[in-house]
């Protein structure tokens, strides 16, 4: 069904899949498929489809089901191996068109995301807002649940109209990041569906955890795009015709005046309730977090910018971070830091990083720590410091290196 969608073209206005290079890893080697100019060590394989070409291990742009620029060509990445094993072809299929949809975005529409440095500054420690957001999301859940277009329309109306009171009371900067976020991966995963025949969204019962707005926003902005599917057909191609729109503006436009539905007195005072517990559990949480991390067993790796230049984000995982007090920040899964002396990557290890200005990223990182490591190998060729584990790579020139016991240090800049 997926390729059959892909193939009739119906899934976005302009938008081909079956046009765009994908790269897949499936645990042990990575297959190239549609790719004009593949890398050197791809080797075309007969074995699968025409055109395809493969390499043993993982090609090193792909880092997640994501995009990433392949032998200087866009192209969408897929790591099978992270997939659950239940998980049907169908599904990976349509996961794969997702991502496909993102080298589309980025080419068509460039305006059509958030700015992932706002993410660490949101204020996800207010109660208020966070009832608020609850309270539109069971909204948004009502609306796409209801049996007739009346009701649908009263509860998407309150959906906006608690958004609203809950984007006054914020910094634009934190609204323009939903909205530029629901239009990348919600309009995404609205393609998804699509592509897997899928009809109903699901909104976890219990909404989101305070820290998960990019989360959140694969689902709100797909709910907003199914009620325009509703109330204003064929309105993607407005939208590719015109970046300077937002789903929420245009849905309120098309809804305009009306009925509004109201929450009972008993679900507003829940949602407070729920609020201020998960506020408290956050604060605890990130306690624990830091915990476990500090007391996971293995080797122990501090990187330690002592002079000039800081280390700068060169890749992250947005899903898989957490900011756990000051200017330091929990990345779980993958991480890319580096500066003109040298290169850090990590995959599937956490990485606690600790700011060098009022941003806890964006500023540069002057402390890197890893913990739970295997037995890194390092060396020390012509004043350059190497290490190499398995998810892990560095390279600093003109950088010292220390190992204690399980702890090496590595100072860049020394």
Known sequence: MARASAEQGGLWPGFDPLAVPLAIFDGERTTLF??????????????????????????EAITANSSATIGGVPSATLMVGQAPAEALPLNLAAVAIHESFHVFQRERHPGWMGNEADLFTYPTDSVELLAQRRLETDALRRALAADDEAEMACWARQALAMRGQRYARMDS???????????NEGLATYVEMR?????????????FGPTQLRRRAYTTGAALALLLDRFQPGWPAAFNANDDQTLDEALAARLGTGSVCEFAAADVAEAERQ????????????????????????????????????????????????????????????????NSSGRLE???????????????????????????????????AQGTVTLKAEGLTLAFKGASAQRRGEVITVRVGS
């Open 346 to 380: 990590v995959l599937n290890h956490a990485a606690l990083t600790d700011g060098s200005g009022p941003h806890p990223l964006f500023n540069g990182i002057r402390v890197v720590e890893l913990t739970g490591l295997p037995e890194p190998e390092l060396s020390r």
């Open 173 to 183: 900067v934190y609204s323009a990041y939903e909205r530029g976020t629901e239009l």
């Open 195 to 207: 592509a897997a025949g899928r009809q109903a969204l699901e909104i976890p019962p219990e909404e």
């Open 34 to 59: 549609r790719h004009p100019a593949p890398p050197a060590g791809f080797v075309q394989d007969s074995s699968d489809a025409p055109g395809a070409f493969v390499q043993a291990g993982r090609f």
């Open 275 to 338: 609020a201020s517990a998960d506020v408290a559990r956050l604060s605890q949480e990130r306690e624990r977090q830091l915990a476990r991390f500090e007391e996971r067993p293995g080797w122990k790796l501090v990187i330690e910018v002592v002079g000039g230049e800081p280390l700068w984000p060169q890749g992250f995982d947005p899903l898989n971070v957490e900011r756990v007090g000051g200017t330091r920040i929990l990345h779980t899964r993958y991480l890319c830091l580096g």
